[in-house]
């Protein structure tokens, strides 16, 4: 059966790509929140497609990972189909970006394949349904919740043990129209509205698609955001009795002294992770018709820079703060090597549209094979081993 899954999607893949890309992805989207409604559906999804080794479980943030291979966000904004992604093999999986209010995105077209390069350029927008869509989803009749106000819901009692069957991060970032000056406000309500559900929060201040975000990465912006959010989470955290590890993503077109100022502003506060990379405004050499569409653009072409930016990021942090590797992730070598570079845990997304839902279980094995050929008995001894 999986074989003949595999090659139903190779057979499938020249007629879903004929279409408008994000066309295609949201029917996707439609079909699997609905067909996974369906008793016996998501069984049978991780029957098909879960095969784990025990070599790959890992500890992340303090919780042990049957594998560390995730999906990063942008792939599912809106929490509508995480459940079936776990079935699928993930480690873990991030949702996102979800902005405090629903917001429409840029307008379209704004998806792009570029399949003679094994990338995507997208420019959306943080479109999204917003943070308190997303919650009422995520509660999955578990909790009652009351409206505290149009932004935010408390939850009633205690918090659920367990809201998904593995660890879920939950991608944050500002709506379009709050000014800089005040997206701190936006991130500090996205994560409150949010925080019953969320193994870890990604905070997305990297997005190229959102005009001047990227400037809270520097310095004095990012000390602010990192003041305001962190102590929102602690406060939330000390309430409910959790710890919720907090993440930055950066950008990859960061030069090497904006990267290692803004490791050096983390380091003053509680964050628990860093993700590398988030989509470039860099156009490498490119084959495809769509090249100088304007937006970020991941998959293979990013793969080197990301790399080297887990590089001079383990170089600052070692291990005391891990690193989730990201960007053109096809194999189970692309992602040995950002473990091997100083990953500790890494993310795939753009090789998933090209590969379709077995490429979870074949980075999987060949990742397996890796670390056994050179000798590791677990994830973390390979983790900054070129260091």
């Not at 929140?33 to 008793?39: A, R, V, Y």
């Not at 919740?145 to 009692?157: H, M, N, Q, R, T």
């Not at 710890?243 to 502003?265: H, I, M």
Request: hydrophobic content about 40%; glycine content about 8%.
């Amino acid at each position: 059966m999986k074989l003949t899954l595999n090659n139903l999607y190779r057979q499938l893949r020249p007629f879903l790509f004929a279409g408008d890309a994000e066309k295609v992805h949201e029917r996707m989207l439609s079909s699997v929140e609905f067909i996974s409604k369906i008793p016996g559906f998501l069984p049978l999804l991780r029957k098909v497609f879960v095969e784990e080794n025990p070599l790959l479980r890992t500890q992340l943030f303090d919780k042990t990972l049957n594998n560390p291979i995730g999906l990063a966000a942008g792939f599912d904004k809106d929490g509508r189909i995480h459940p079936a992604l776990f079935a699928l093999g993930f480690g873990f999986v991030e949702i996102g970006t979800v902005t405090p209010h629903p917001q429409k995105g840029n307008p379209p077209p704004r998806l792009f394949r570029l399949p003679e390069d094994q990338a995507v350029i997208n420019r959306m927008g943080f479109n999204n349904q917003g943070a308190w869509k997303m919650a009422e989803r995520l509660v999955a009749k578990t909790l009652k919740i009351k409206s505290a106000d149009a932004d935010l819901f408390e939850v009633s009692g205690d918090y659920p043990a367990n809201i998904s069957s593995g660890m879920l991060g939950i991608n944050i970032g500002k709506n379009k129209d709050t000014t800089l000056e005040n997206a701190t406000d936006d991130y500090v309500s996205a994560l409150s509205t949010l925080h019953p559900f969320a193994d870890y929060f990604t905070l997305n201040i990297s997005s190229p698609n959102t005009k001047d975000l990227r400037n809270m990465q520097e310095k004095e912006a990012l000390r602010i955001l990192l003041d305001s959010v962190c102590a929102r989470r602690d406060e939330l955290d000390r309430n409910h009795s959790r710890n919720t590890p907090l993440l930055v993503k950066l950008a990859p077109d960061l030069d090497e002294d904006a990267l290692k100022n803004s490791v050096r502003v983390m380091q003053e506060f509680s964050i628990q992770g860093v993700i590398a990379t988030n989509t470039t405004v860099a156009r490498p050499v490119l084959k495809s018709k769509y090249r100088t569409e304007t937006g970020g653009l991941s998959g293979k072409p990013l793969q080197k820079r990301s790399t080297e930016m887990i590089r001079t990021l383990f170089a600052e942090l070692g291990t005391d703060i891990p690193i989730i590797g990201v960007g053109g992730i096809f194999n189970g070598a692309d992602a040995y090597e950002k473990i091997k570079a100083g990953a500790a845990a890494v993310q795939i997304y753009t090789a998933l549209i090209y590969e379709g839902p077995g490429l979870v279980r074949k980075v999987k094995a060949e990742l397996a094979d890796l670390l056994e050929r050179d000798g590791y008995k677990s994830v973390s001894e390979a983790v900054g081993a070129d260091h």
